[in-house]
């Protein structure tokens, strides 16, 4: 009887514990795997210069191309802030500018995949931006912040500026959390 | 040897020790999970050297002075409002004072709404027994006198526009001790719908501003300062400064900027009932039908101040017209209640077009949402209406080749098919508007095309310039549905296609919202409206074109009278005929302001243009003549006054402090997200958890083994 309850138990935590681990694995995997569609598309983007999706069925098309050199962070930026999008990258926020513009762009993404890179930017560090004419753009750091996300809030503006945007704090396994880690950048003109 | 490991194994492997191992592991999962939580403490607790959180969380105005942690009160704020109602027109005065109670030299920097489309035309400043009169000036221009007078010592004030509807005050050198006052003016049209006058002054108590990363003395940037109660970045300029507003603690604020309020109602009518929508007010008559309403008690200044007023029982006024003269030129602003009678009972024939975004992105409540919002539709439609269904993802496809009749037998029909969807794909919005908008007129019957979607897309200018040639005389009225739809797109679809736009943000509100707009659909009363002189000639007036009206809804123009013109006269179409109406102008009662509230509506109707894809040079240059001309405040010209004479000594100092402000435009990050956090994902959880359990089902099965052997 209670070799049977053992067994049992033995086997839910087995099943269970595998399709966590799993999950979790899919989850890092598909960020990883998607950023390598997205650059595909990206490409495309810029020769045909009108979005180009990853894949057929998606609801998103690739906006921007987000890097910096010093970390050698290199991702292509969505369009859209909903789960769906940020499962594959970063997101833009629709209502923010665009990088071409001038203008306030805030981009948000996912503290354990694409955007866990925030941790490591610090003030000077210079952030590059591609636009869908496939010009670049160059964004230095001002500063870093923590809000609470119900207290957050981020200001249309007529100046050139980069927000990025993501959960905090990032070592976290709790995924519900109230708290933003923020990354402000001007662009430098030029 | 090789025994001795054996032995050791064994004993590691001891199911006693195992439990020993899984309960060390359960035990540092739990430890672990505590520093997670302990991390958000940690936040908190980093930041307190520079910033005293539980200060802040009192609701105090403060303000980080100085690098080394100091802090100074914050000017103290106290406003006067008084609000001057005759007719359609509303003038307010805004008296803000700014005491400085602290012992060193101030400049208060307050952010503060106004309503829509108000016109803010007049700057004073007082200090002591004298008057600073403010000048229009270019905004980049009057920022630098501004600064200029700043440095030198001077006192000076500076109103700019943020968005439309927030502006930004700013005061220099206000010395310790002493209070500068500062009044704005501003001209505004009262609210018609449904014969219910509304006036509304905007007094929310929104997000505070902090400076947060002082530039220190030595120019080098400082570190960021995070508060429980709010937070922000902080640079030399106001602008700057203003890009994250964090909101304010409601209640403790309102005895640290009281809002004392007078509205004098000359309505031109008698009134029969003033009521006010969130605020306890005293109605006293005055002299020839005026009616005198102030506060009555404690304020809660916490929610907007909505006055409404009725006529009468029938001596609701059906048309108002007031003109003013200014710079030889001739002003009128035209209200105009659409005829009730036989045509308007009439209900018109339709043709109803509804479009079904059903891509992915609308996945979840948002489909349920509009799939009940489009049946609520189609049961309200007539025998006599026309319509079709389309749905579109990657895709479009229509429900009927041609739109049919509304029969019972083709209402179930659309009611099946619509319920029957289901979501996938992109969002090609292309292929339905093509479908949905036929660039035809249609003489006997009213086109309206009702679009919902969630707007996410990424060639807003293709689309919008899609509208603008496949419009025809079909109306597009958009709806957007979800957490967070593209509404930028899609109320300027919705001018464009000269229809409306509503926001269903609830699924509790689908029912109510799409109800009235079907409602108001379904009554249209003027369309295709259109004003010329007596003579005939073309005139500049706003909003242009003039949108269409539907019952209750009065026609509000603002026009420009050519010369040697003594009237005008207004063409649509009333229920398929002709409607004419004949205006003449020698009996408008002359209103000061009325030339201001032209200006405003152009400055708007320029603005908008440029949202719709105007050469942005050209539109400025336009803006700054119209705004220079009238004296306005707009998004390129600021008002500035300056004192002539130097106040502050040069050897000290000025310290910014900002006010608490009310929310302005933008995006609030728990809306953008729904409320949720999503910018974290379960992996790390789940690779955790998945981790414990396996090596949990890894001890009990050893277990088990040396049970069973």
Known sequence: MKEWLLRMTAFVLLVSGSLLFADGCWIKAKAVLAQHLLHRAWEHTLQRGEPTKAWPWADTWPMARLRVERLGVDLIVLEGESGEVLAFGPGHIPRSSEPSADGHCVLAGHRDTSFRFLQELQVDDSISLQSRDGEWYSYSVRATAIGEADRLYLEESDLPCLTLLTCYPFAALDSRTNLRYLVFADRIPG | MGNERDEKDKALFDPGNMLFVFYVGVVMGLIFLAMVVDGRAAVDRGNRGEFNLSEVQQGELLFTGTSEGKYLP??????????????????????????????????????????????????????????????????????????????????????????????????????????????????????????????????????????????????????????????????????????????????????????????????????????????????????????????????????????????????????????????????????????????????????????????????????????????????????????NVIEFNSTARKLFPKAEAANVENRDRAVRFVESLQVDGGTEIASALNLALDGRQNNERIRQVIFLTDGCVGNEETLLAMIGSRLGDSRLFTVGIGSAPNSYFMSRAAAMGRGSFTYIGKIAEVQEKMMALFQKLEHPAVISLSVVDSKGQPMEYYPDPIPDLYQGEPLVISLKLPEQSDGLQITGSLGGQLWQEQVHTQTAARRPGVATLWARKKIRALMDSLALGGEKSEIREKVLETALEHHLVSRYTSLVAVEKQASRPQEQRVRQAALKTNLPQGWQADKIFGGTSRTATPAALHLFMGGLFLLAALLLVRRNRRAGV
């Open chain 2, 74 to 387: 914050a000017p103290q704020l106290s406003q006067d409002v008084e609000i001057y109602v005759s007719g359609m027109a509303a003038r307010t005065m805004v008296r803000q004072r700014f005491l400085n109670s602290s012992k060193e030299w101030q400049e208060a920097i307050y952010v503060f709404p106004l309503p829509d489309e108000s016109a803010v035309d007049r700057l004073r400043m007082r200090v002591g027994e004298r008057v600073i009169e403010g000048e229009i000036r270019e905004k980049i221009e009057a920022r630098k006198i501004y600064e200029q007078a700043r440095k030198e010592g001077k006192k000076a004030s500076l109103l700019a526009q943020e968005r439309p509807n927030i502006f930004t005050m700013s005061v220099a050198n206000i010395g310790p001790g002493e209070e500068v006052e500062v009044e704005i003016e501003y001209q505004q049209v009262v609210g018609l719908a449904d014969g219910v006058f509304s006036l509304r002054f905007p007094m929310v108590v929104g997000p505070r501003y902090i400076p947060g990363s002082p530039l220190k003395e030595n120019g080098e940037q400082g570190a960021i300062h995070f508060a429980g109660s709010g937070w922000s970045l902080d640079t030399d300029q106001v602008a700057d400064a203003s890009r994250i507003t964090p909101p304010v603690a409601i209640g403790a604020e309102n005895k640290l900027n009281p809002v004392r309020l007078m509205v004098e109602l000359a309505a031109g009518f008698p009134v029969a009932g003033v009521e006010s929508l969130y605020h306890g007010i005293t109605v006293s008559d005055e002299a020839r039908g005026t009616k005198l309403i102030r506060f009555s008690g404690e304020v809660m200044a916490d929610r907007d101040f909505v006055l409404e007023w009725k006529a009468e029982k029938m001596q609701s006024p059906h048309a108002a017209l007031f003109t003013e003269n200014r710079g030889g030129n001739d002003y009128l602003l035209l209200m105009l209640m659409p005829p009730e009678g036989e045509n308007t009972d009439k209900v018109l024939a339709r043709e109803l077009i509804f479009v079904l975004d059903t891509s992915g992105s609308m996945a979840g409540p948002s489909i349920i949402q509009a799939r009940a919002a489009l049946v609520l539709a189609i049961s309200r439609l007539h025998e006599y209406d026309r319509f």
